[in-house]
């Protein structure tokens, strides 16, 4: 009797180990959609140092967001990772991203102002979101707002199709006195002949071939053609709008995953991790730290800059009335 009882228990305990096998096996490691070049290197560095598989799907920040929508309250990713809060705060107020989020860290003062005060996000880094890109001589003398280029052809990508270039848009519009006053900052460079490309490449593209003398395009991708080709230089406008990247945890996945996934962002803003994204070959290592370590020693110095950043909640909600707005009014 009492070998068949421990023969039973056995068995049992085989039968778990199998069953917790097999479920273990249907679940897939760490989910990351991610816009952010450098997700790929810094999700081999996070399965490298603990064990756990991490898949990185890259997309668009525009495809991002319309597939984390369509997935909804049945989400199939775990982190996500891209530019611009506007977009971070709309799948807030769906209740798509988990909350209270925002690690203890050593934040520099622009980077704590960019936090959301619920913690539904992380803010990793930041880019400007607009600065003038022109051949050298040809371009404005000095640095001009929206509201200064009549005199020139300019060009700046379609926020309705490239995510990182909507916060520029709410950026322009906000200084022009915010919605619908800042309609008529984007009308009168409508008038003046503005080029809408579909993103920040086809703009450089649209520079290089003569159709626009100023390309108003993300920093990262304006510094990085200036120092591969000295005949074009760049201009920081005064404000300048910043583009913050975002990573956020899936709201409706289990809680062990969430833990997971709330380990990968802590992971993410460590400095040596931090690091590793300013070494990447692209134009993507050239980014603002939004912490004190490391320090940024290939971008000009912060406390030069004048900064403003579009409130995301206001602009975020409203992002599909004023992209919609901008295609019908100003696309040509």
């Not at 023969?7 to 778990?16: D, S, T, Y």
């Not at 319309?66 to 977009?87: I, M, N, T, Y």
């Not at 707002?145 to 519009?173: E, I, Q, T």
Request: net charge positive.
């Amino acid at each position: 009797m009492i070998r068949m009882r421990v023969a039973a228990a056995v068995l049992g305990m085989l039968v778990l180990w199998c069953l917790t096998g097999l479920s273990g096996a249907r679940r897939p490691g760490l989910v990351i959609y991610s816009s952010v070049g450098a997700s790929p290197a810094v999700a081999s560095a996070f399965t490298r140092e603990t064990g756990i598989p991490a898949t990185v799907v890259v997309m668009s920040t525009g495809g991002l967001l319309a597939r984390v929508s369509a997935e909804a309250h049945h989400p199939r990713w775990d982190v996500l990772w891209f530019e611009g809060d506007g977009g971070a705060a709309a799948l807030d107020r769906s209740g798509l991203l988990a909350r209270g989020l925002t690690p203890d860290l050593d934040w520099t003062p622009v980077g704590r102002g960019l936090l959301p005060a619920d913690g539904a996000y992380v803010v990793t880094s930041f880019t400007l979101a607009g600065v003038f890109l022109s051949r050298t001589g040809r371009g404005p003398a000095s640095s001009p707002g929206p509201s200064d280029l009549s005199a020139v052809r300019v060009g700046m990508p379609n926020p309705a199709l490239s995510g990182p270039a909507y916060p520029l848009l709410a950026g322009m519009m906000e200084q022009g006195g915010g919605w619908p006053a800042g309609q008529a900052v984007l009308r009168r460079m409508g008038a003046a002949g503005l080029l809408v490309a579909p993103s920040n490449p086809s703009v450089l593209l649209a520079l290089r071939a003569g159709r626009i003398d100023v390309g108003l395009v993300q920093s990262s991708a304006a510094i990085t053609l200036s120092r591969q080709d000295s005949r074009y230089a760049v201009r920081i406008p005064r404000p300048a709008i910043i583009l913050p990247a975002v990573a956020a945890v899936a709201a409706d996945r289990p809680a062990d995953r969430r833990r997971v996934a709330t380990g990968f962002l802590r992971f993410v803003m460590r400095p040596d991790i931090q690091a590793i994204r300013m070494h990447q070959s692209s134009h993507d290592h050239l980014f603002w730290p939004v912490t004190t370590a490391p320090a940024q020693p290939d971008l000009p110095d912060i406390a030069t800059l004048r900064l403003i950043h579009p409130d995301p909640t206001t602009w975020g909600l409203r992002q599909a009335e004023v992209t919609t707005w901008f295609e019908r009014t100003i696309v040509r």
